[in-house]
């Protein structure tokens, strides 16, 4: 039977680590090789895609980072705490890589873009572990580590330099640890998790929800509440609580707010607590640029999709895998009562599809307890009538989604090379003009501010207009900011220019082909009296 009955924690820490050798071995060197066609992509026409990141945000984090190595604190400008990380333990694991590597000659876009690719090498792991806890055998969960590998979105953000693959990681093996005897490892995992992504305070919430309402279901006397279950509850409950806590108190200390500058940002109020509509444009955006739900693959998966809940259904084991169902629900929820997505106008870049992309291990999971689960129910002898046509029906499912796992890797790897090319040609190029040709001490106003506050001189300040760096800046206009800051100088992309105030242009730099910045041509101005 591919579904078998094991117990829980039948493995030991030795067994984990050496009895599943081989596919470790096979999960790192695969996503060495594919992650090597997006680094070695030239589509931009150079050699962009090895030396750059894909998204200015990377640029922000390393800044913090850098801070963080050298002066011992999150500031943005020299002396400066802000707000602006959003992802405190992605900061703080970089600054570690940056101080190491970085004396020896290594890039900081590598320090970033090699800390993205290790967390990414334990994805796959973590994914396998996962489904041999949901009773597959080896050969799903293999199944199941390797399509982790393969997909699209999760290999281009292996090498962007972001949070996600630690994301990623943290939540898989939160639900991991979870559903065994190490409450107390779950919950440190899931801390750390509350730490990297905003979200990740839903996740913990939500395993630990379930992981206490399993126990309390099981429980033989009528108390409102068991000493098992409190030392449970703190177990999971108490790091992600003091983690979180400890992020929302800098917060607080920094811009008067326990969240960060990025949630005031980039949060919609004006969406309300439920928009149906815009998390339908969110769902049906997000879905169309996934290799495992378009075009012809999509009736195969959602095929699976149900087989897996039956599954799991008539298993009894529906409330188990409530995490793994619930945590994609709560993530689009999340999503659609901050962002507005219009339908048919969001360019599904990865500046937008990271925020999801965490969900895709969790979805192949399901996919592979529910190919687990018809091919248990095809080949068992009462159905030998159709043990022929099974191999075949599998064959054809596996060319559908595998042509479109190939398409869809072309298209990205295309797009992260002209990514890298526009963010290194652009702002790192802008950033190293105004070290080089701005005056000490300028106050320089910017709308992208990571590159350009990575590579100008310390001695100068730049103000993050957005406000992601810069708290009194947040939901303020530019004319307005230009009068209160008193910026010398402004770096903005060309539409931001206006005769409402005077300038005189001192540089520019256009991108050949923009694919990622917001507008094509960046300009360093002079303000005027």
């Not at 050699?47 to 943005?76: C, K, M, T």
């Not at 080896?138 to 390797?146: D, E, F, N, P, Q």
């Amino acid at each position: 039977m591919a579904i078998q009955d094991r117990p829980r924690n039948l493995e030991t820490p030795q067994r984990i680590l050496f009895g599943h050798f081989p596919f470790y071995v096979v999960a790192i060197a695969l996503t060495v090789v594919i992650s090597a066609f997006y680094l070695l992509a030239r589509h931009s026409g150079g050699d962009w895609a090895w030396i750059g990141l894909p998204l200015d945000d990377g640029w922000i984090h390393l800044v913090y980072a850098r801070s963080l190595a050298q002066e011992g604190w999150f500031n943005f400008n020299p002396g400066i705490a802000e707000a602006g990380m959003s992802s405190p333990l992605w900061v703080i694991l970089l600054a570690v890589v940056y101080k190491v590597f970085t004396p020896l000659g290594i890039s900081p876009q590598w320090c970033a873009k090699g800390l993205s690719l290790l967390c990414a090498m334990g994805v796959p792991m973590a994914t396998y572990h996962l489904a041999l806890s949901f009773k597959l055998n080896k050969k799903w969960a293999w199944l199941a580590g390797l399509a982790v590998i393969f997909e699209p979105n999760l290999a281009y953000g292996n090498v962007a330099g972001m949070e996600v693959p630690l994301f990623t990681l943290l939540t898989l093996l939160g639900l991991w640890l979870s559903r065994g005897d190490h409450p107390a490892l779950a919950g440190i995992v899931l801390g750390l998790g509350v730490i990297t992504r905003g979200e990740g305070a839903l996740t913990a919430i939500l395993i630990g929800f379930f992981t206490l309402l399993l126990v309390f279901l099981k429980r033989r006397e009528v108390t409102l509440i068991t000493g098992e279950e409190l030392r449970l509850g703190l177990r999971l409950f108490l790091p992600p609580l003091l983690l979180g806590g400890a992020w929302a108190l800098y917060n607080y200390s920094v811009n008067g707010h326990p969240l960060p500058n990025t949630y005031f940002v980039k949060h919609n109020f004006a969406l309300g607590w439920i928009n149906l509509e815009n998390a339908w444009n969110i769902l049906r955006g997000y879905m169309g640029h996934l290799a495992l739900f378009n075009g012809w693959a999509l009736p195969v998966t959602l095929g699976l999709m149900a087989a897996a809940f039956f599954s799991l259904w008539q298993s009894k084991r529906l409330l188990a895998a409530a995490p793994l169902l619930l945590i994609p629900v709560l993530q689009l929820y999340a999503f659609s009562i901050n962002i507005k997505v219009v339908a048919g106008e969001i360019p599904w870049t990865y500046f937008a599809r990271r925020y999801m992309d965490f969900l895709l291990p969790l979805w192949i999971i399901l996919l592979s307890v529910g190919a687990a689960y018809l091919w248990s129910r095809v080949t068992r002898p009462r159905a030998r009538w159709i043990v022929f046509a099974a191999p075949v029906a599998a064959l054809l499912a596996l060319v559908v989604i595998g042509r479109n796992i190939f398409d869809l890797h072309g298209y990205l790897i295309e797009q992260y090379s002209w990514n890298t090319e526009n963010v290194e040609q652009v702002n790192v190029a802008m950033g190293k003009w105004i070290g080089q040709n701005l005056p000490a001490n300028a106050v320089i106003g910017v709308t992208d501010a990571g590159a350009m506050r990575f590579w100008s001189r310390p001695d100068q300040k730049i103000v993050d207009f957005l406000g992601l760096n810069c708290e009194a800046c947040i939901g303020r206009p530019m004319l307005e900011l230009i009068a209160d800051m008193r910026p010398e100088y402004l770096v903005v992309f060309r539409p931001a220019l206006t005769d409402a105030f005077s300038y005189v242009e001192l540089h520019s730099i256009r991108a050949g082909y923009n694919t990622i910045l917001g507008g094509n041509e960046l300009v360093a101005v002079k303000l005027g009296p």
